[in-house]
């Protein structure tokens, strides 16, 4: 008997040596990213088709938010603006061996805005091809065309990737990768595509793997597993940072957390009552102790989104005696629970957030606290992020807090377009400001600059639809094997492309 | 009737009993879960950064979801007789083709974990067994008793930073290679182990102390030989009966450590099907739990059976 246990041991043992020869395969570069593969819809998980360099879109964005050619190599726009031309690349392949044509884009993009997204809020009348080229005709003249052609959802597949009924039913894209093995919703292989238009990538094989527990990621990165790894948590970041096999990159993103308030809620149609909610919010400290990096919001976007960031606002402040003395203006008395009431009405509201993002119900927990001290009461219902959307349409929302993203597109005109001309699911409720409306129609047109969109802001900053709150930053751990990484402001790309193994 | 299609016919009517239990209550479970089901399905597909009031009637129309309940539940039971389990509806994907994927990576785990287990745990027991009271078996309840003690997803996390971070013998997490399953296998056998050597070492030690194993030693046979004729033989269907149980207890810890490892397995694909509200692939994911369980019931008989001849010898003599 104890002949056949040490066997077994000793079998074990063996096995560990074969595996401990080195886990990480050469010459393959492994991204890790909390993002789970849907399918290979566009419409789903497109954006880890762009990241990992194997779909394309027509325009691309750089690291500033401008607009740079993608598989259009050039765009016009007519007089009235209400017809755009997009000359395409020559030479693009897609991973089947076919041409892109001006037709294979017009398909992608006709599917693209049968499904829910941005493409489908756009006033496009026709997309056609003519003479070789893309033409996008308009029912109105809109600015951010060529940015929504950017977004992950619009990006180009070809003709045979698509099903009678317009369901994907396979990646078939022109990047520089083409997937070699797709297991949902967990993996994906690509190897370079020989046939790419552009230069060709120096790394020739690489791996996606969507790994949704942060601790893991974190782990991944240490080990060496794992050569690309997408949001760290607060906490890996700290110990990470310390560790000479990784290099760690942050980024300030466009993405804040806010308050979304209904504007027709009896405590909180004053605008005072807004103002009061917003100074009772010690930003610093909750970006610090939650995110654990100095990003207090005092607007609604960060300095790093230059065109929407203004610096001649009044900044958001944190003075709990204010906010107390602009709820006694509003005729709130404190109860005997130190609970503000007003005509036999408690001061009580239920804020709707989710926990996909895991900072949302610890930051929820700190504005409990910081909103008890000015005697409001809150009460917290972690949900599903859907709620926040159908709560919206009810009515029955009274306070949520969420995270959004401003930069789907590289210009946020379309999400303040989506959100606050005048309301939206995720922006604001029951509010509804003529001059803001008219000034994001007129920029979305075209017209106005950088002093419209400043007056925007400042409309946003006193009238406080939502109650900006902190701004985020995207954080990567790169491992010192890897050389050419990038951490995009705007998500887009992990820079694989250009990636190539350290000497 | 002889005995055995007897209790194959039993197992197999219980079979579709359990089809028809388990769809109607996941689906009568999911019409009940609170939230408009179009909103979730398109939280599910889109995520929390595109999910809006649009997208939801889109998924509305798509998917037909004003229909009443009872017709949604006929389409399926008629589709279930023809053995066409639907489409999912977060990812459009066969739903078939979708559990094949990732119940079979979870029976892989749980497989391999049996199976280190297996090479573990009982051999152990059977060692303590044999001289009970001795320093083996005292050893092993302090070490059963405590790897049982150690939730798995910190057991888990204690062997990624020992094994892979420390020592560097092996990947953290993923999925794909060989190499892949050793660190959550051995998570899940660890647990499995540290019961089953008692289990086997209870057994082994009451076999020990019984009348037939010393009357083996004094009509000459060698300490081997006894194990291997009366020893093995007898607490064999202790250990198959309890280790059916195990396979059972390993869905429930296979949950856990996949979302630890990133295991693409049927536990996370569960959670996520109920979160976004994707019935099909909530109903074909649980029948096939259901009809497995009822399918491992019916192998630990019969090889119960087979170990142990006489029961099989009373009820043939019965009929």
């Known amino acids: 008997m104890f002949r056949l246990f040490s066997s077994a041991a000793g079998g074990a043992l063996i096995l560990a040596a074969m595996t401990g020869t080195g886990h990480a395969t050469e010459g393959v570069l492994d991204v890790v990213a909390p993002f789970e593969i849907k399918g290979a819809d566009p419409v789903t998980s497109g954006n880890i088709f762009i990241k990992m360099d194997v779909a394309e879109t027509l325009v691309n964005a750089d690291a500033e938010g401008q607009l740079t050619p993608g598989l259009a190599r050039a765009w016009t726009v007519s007089e009235d603006g209400l017809e755009w031309r997009f000359q395409l690349q020559p030479d693009v392949l897609f991973h089947d061996g076919t041409p892109l044509t001006a037709e294979a884009a017009a398909l992608a993009l006709s599917h693209a805005r049968a499904k829910p997204g941005l493409l489908e809020t756009a006033p496009i009348t026709e997309i056609a091809d003519e003479e070789g080229a893309l033409v996008i005709r308009l029912s109105k003249p809109f600015a951010p065309l060529p940015a929504f052609l950017s977004e992950y959802r619009s990006l180009i597949y070809a003709p045979a990737a698509y099903a009678e009924d317009g369901s994907v039913r396979e990646v078939i894209a022109t990047g520089a990768y083409r997937v070699t093995r797709l297991d949902a919703p967990l993996r994906l292989e690509a190897e370079a595509f020989d046939g790419y238009w552009g230069e060709a990538p120096a790394v020739t094989r690489a791996t996606y793997q969507a790994v949704g527990r942060a601790e893991t990621r974190a782990l991944l990165a240490e080990s060496g597993d794992a050569d690309y790894v997408f949001n760290l948590d607060p906490a890996s970041l700290a110990r990470l940072s310390g560790a000479p096999q990784v290099e760690v990159l942050s980024v300030s993103v466009p993405r804040s957390l806010l308050i979304k308030v209904n504007g027709a809620h009896p405590a909180l149609a004053d605008v005072r009552a807004r103002q009061a909610l917003s100074l009772a919010i010690d930003r610093e400290g909750l970006a610090q102790a939650i995110l654990r990096y100095p990003a207090g919001a005092d607007q609604i976007l960060p300095k790093s989104v230059s065109d929407w960031h203004s610096d001649s606002v009044e900044p958001l402040a944190f003075d709990p005696e204010a906010a107390k003395a602009l709820l006694a203006e509003l005729g709130w008395t404190a109860g005997p629970d130190g609970i503000l009431t007003r005509d036999g009405q408690r001061f009580s509201l239920t804020l709707t957030t989710y926990p996909d993002r895991p900072e949302l119900p610890l930051s929820a927990a700190v504005l409990q606290q910081m909103f008890a001290e000015i005697g409001v009461e809150v009460v917290i219902d972690s949900t599903n992020s859907s709620e926040v959307a159908v709560r919206h349409g009810d009515g029955t929302l009274d306070i949520a807090l969420f995270a959004r993203n401003f930069a789907l597109v590289p210009d946020p005109i379309g999400t303040f377009l989506t959100d606050y001309a005048p309301t939206g699911d995720w922006g604001a409720m029951n509010w509804d400001n003529p001059e803001f409306t008219a000034l994001i129609e007129d920029l979305a047109r075209g017209e106005g600059g950088q002093a419209e969109r400043e007056r925007a802001i400042e409309i946003l900053q006193t009238e406080l639809p939502v109650i900006p709150v902190a701004w985020y930053q995207q954080t990567a751990a790169v491992s010192t094997g890897v050389a050419g990484a990038v951490l995009d402001p705007y998500e887009r790309t992990i820079g694989l492309r250009q990636m190539r193994w350290a000497e | ?319």
Not at chain 2, 308 to 317: M, N, Q, V
């Open chain 2, 1 to 319: 009737m002889r005995p055995l299609t007897q209790a194959i016919l039993y197992r197999a009517s219980q079979a579709v009993l359990v089809a028809l239990l388990v769809g109607m209550l996941t689906f009568l479970m999911m019409q009940a879960l609170p939230g408009d089901m179009a909103f979730r399905i398109a939280a599910g597909r889109y995520g929390y950064d595109a999910v809006n009031a649009e997208a939801a009637e889109a998924v509305r129309r798509e998917l037909g979801l004003d229909r009443p309940a009872l017709a949604a539940f006929g389409t399926w039971l008629w589709d279930l007789m023809r053995l066409d389990f639907g489409t999912s509806v977060i990812s459009g994907a066969p739903v078939m083709d979708e559990i094949r994927h990732q119940l079979g990576a979870s029976l892989q785990l749980a497989g391999a974990a049996l199976a280190l287990s297996f090479l573990i745990g009982p051999p152990v027991g059977i060692l303590a067994g044999l001289r009970a009271g001795g320093w083996l078996d005292r050893t092993l309840l302090v070490v059963s008793t405590a790897l049982r003690s150690v939730p798995q997803f910190l057991m888990g996390l204690i062997l990624i930073v020992l094994v892979s971070i420390q020592l560097g013998w092996l990947p953290a997490a993923g999925y794909g290679r060989p190499v892949h399953f050793v660190l959550p296998a051995l998570t899940l056998a660890l647990g499995l182990a540290a019961v089953s050597a008692r289990v086997a070492r209870d057994a082994m030690a009451a076999v020990a102390a019984s009348p037939y194993y010393a009357f083996g030693r004094w009509k000459g046979l060698s300490e081997g030989q006894l194990l291997r004729r009366h020893g093995l033989r007898n607490i064999g269907v202790t250990l198959v009966t309890y280790l059916g149980l195990q396979f059972a207890m390993l869905v429930e810890g296979v949950v856990v450590i996949e979302a630890i490892f990133s295991w693409p397995g049927i536990g996370h694909a569960l959670v996520h099907a109920i979160f976004g509200r994707d019935v099909p692939m909530v109903q074909g994911t649980v029948l096939l739990l259901g009809l497995g369980f009822v399918a491992l019931n019916t192998a630990v008989d019969l090889t119960a059976r087979w170990i142990d001849p006489r029961g099989r010898g009373a009820g043939e003599a019965r009929s």
